[in-house]
């Protein structure tokens, strides 16, 4: 579902108890409320960490946290908010997709390398916002520029001449500032818009053929152009844009010069280390020991290849080394198969803490409709309403609603909230499809609507197999 970003309170860290951690996910995620208080002291703990001397400090490692429940009830959305709250680097990644060292594909230090990435991009844009304002200053007297070019240098002072052509060039200059004046009240007022400016432009890249495109290969390429982008002479060329692009262009440019990005990275680096949180999704499909032999990638071989990494190692990213040592790794996985104590013991005991995520109910997924600031009823309302179509869905057809996603749910796979997402899209498929053209701008929703356009699925079970 679509976040609502500007809803989030703007309190820090410390002002947030772990209660008040649990209610503000309460605004998003229904129910799961064992979930909700563990990750919500594991939160907590991090501040109390911070209020200690430097040397206990050290020795205070986060509790990591392993999920279980079927797919489709929060467990990645409470994780996700949870991050938000924290304003922490948060990163979600499958344990399936990473293979043994020595096998072509994802090795697991690239969690840690992603993670700083991210935190790179959210203390950047931190900075450029704090410097936008002076950015689009020096960006508008730079347009300002290129729309009344600097007049050319005038008679050299010293070399004779009277009073006369001083006045001359005061005049000039008087005149000229009146203009520049008009041009940016112009360019504020919008009046500019239509007018194009030739402006100077970088190319970054590497020249063709240095980098194949190998499967595989996507990490050294990004390396390499890193590494190589400020070695190789930037091309410059000229391009033609309107007035409004080559202000953003410009503003862009300007404040990449006015951040320090050795303090970027910096703080970068600081809130992975003491912030970082690894989602770590399907667990379960790595848990398990084989004991058959040959080439195969095995499942213990990526457990002890992540080993290092949960229990506090050093990780070389193109921004410097990165310590492992207090990031959170929350784990996750449906575990219908295999079970937590099939990891290897040693992972086993770096996530002491277990929570299991219950089934969601019909009455949750009643809840689930309205209740978040989010809700999927409130969407498809806020959608619908620009084409001047008025959804309204009554208690009843709700009610409908979540008891064909809970039945769906009990015959088919279990797919939890997910479920609701197929029902309501098909629900609303022809009132979608008509809106702009339709004469009927108030639907209503109710158990008799939800029945007629779900009628021909619901009977025919074999065909909801596919469709719901």
Do not use: C
């Not at 229904?30 to 911070?50: E, H, P, S, T």
């Not at 019909?362 to 989010?374: C, H, S, W, Y």
């Not at 029902?423 to 499809?433: A, T």
């Amino acid at each position: 579902m679509a976040p609502d970003e500007t809803t989030l309170p703007a309190r820090t860290l410390d002002e947030l108890t772990p209660r008040q951690i649990v209610e503000e996910l309460d605004r998003y995620v229904i129910g799961q409320r064992d979930a909700k208080r563990m990750v919500a002291i594991a939160l907590r703990n991090r501040w109390r960490r911070q209020q200690l001397s430097p040397e206990l400090r050290e020795e205070i490692f986060p509790k990591n946290i392993i999920m279980i429940g079927p797919t489709g009830v929060g467990k990645t959305e409470i994780s996700r908010r949870l991050a938000k709250l924290a304003n922490a680097p948060f990163i979600k990644v499958e344990a399936s997709k990473f293979t043994e060292v020595g096998y072509v594909g994802r090795d697991v230090e690239s969690i840690i390398r992603d993670l700083t990435e991210q935190a790179v991009n959210m203390v950047k844009a931190a900075s450029l916002e704090q410097v936008r304002h002076r950015a689009e200053e020096l960006a508008e007297e730079r347009l300002l520029d290129l729309l009344l070019p600097p007049a050319p240098s005038q008679r050299p002072h010293g070399l004779g001449g009277d009073g006369e052509e001083a006045e001359a060039d005061s005049a000039r200059a008087e005149r000229r500032e009146t203009t520049r004046s008009k041009l940016r009240l112009q360019l504020r007022e919008g009046k500019l818009d239509k007018r194009t400016v030739e402006i100077e432009v970088k190319e970054r890249g590497l020249p063709v053929g240095i980098i194949s495109h190998v499967g595989g290969m996507e990490e050294l390429e990004n390396s390499l152009r890193e590494m190589l982008g400020g070695l190789l002479p930037g091309k410059k060329k000229n391009r033609v844009m309107k007035v409004p692009d080559a202000l953003k262009y410009l503003a862009q440019e300007e404040a990449q010069k006015l951040i320090d990005m050795d303090e970027v990275t910096k703080e970068a680096i600081k809130r992975v280390e003491q912030s970082g949180i690894v989602f770590l999704d399907e667990i379960d499909k790595i848990a398990g020991r084989e004991k058959t032999m040959g080439p195969d990638i095995s499942r213990e071989g990526v457990q002890r290849d992540l080993l290092p990494i949960v229990e506090g190692s050093t990780v070389n990213t193109k921004y410097g080394p990165v310590r492992t040592d207090h990031i959170l790794f929350i784990a996750a996985g449906a575990f219908h198969v295999a079970k937590p104590a099939d990891l290897i013991p040693e992972l086993q005991g770096r996530f002491p803490i277990r929570v299991e995520l219950e089934p969601l109910t019909k009455a949750d997924l009643i809840r689930i409709l309205t209740e978040p600031r989010n809700a999927l009823v409130k969407q498809y309302q806020a959608l619908l309403a620009t084409e001047g179509i008025h959804l309204e869905f009554t208690p009843d057809g709700l009610e409908e609603i979540a008891a064909l996603a809970a039945q769906v749910n009990e015959q088919t796979e279990n797919i939890g909230a997910r479920r609701l997402f197929t029902i309501v899209e098909r629900l609303l498929e022809e009132v979608s499809f008509e809106a702009q053209e339709s004469r009927e701008k108030k639907v209503i929703i109710d158990a008799a609507y939800v029945r007629e356009q779900l009628k021909d699925i619901v009977i025919d079970h074999d065909l909801s197999r596919y469709i719901l």
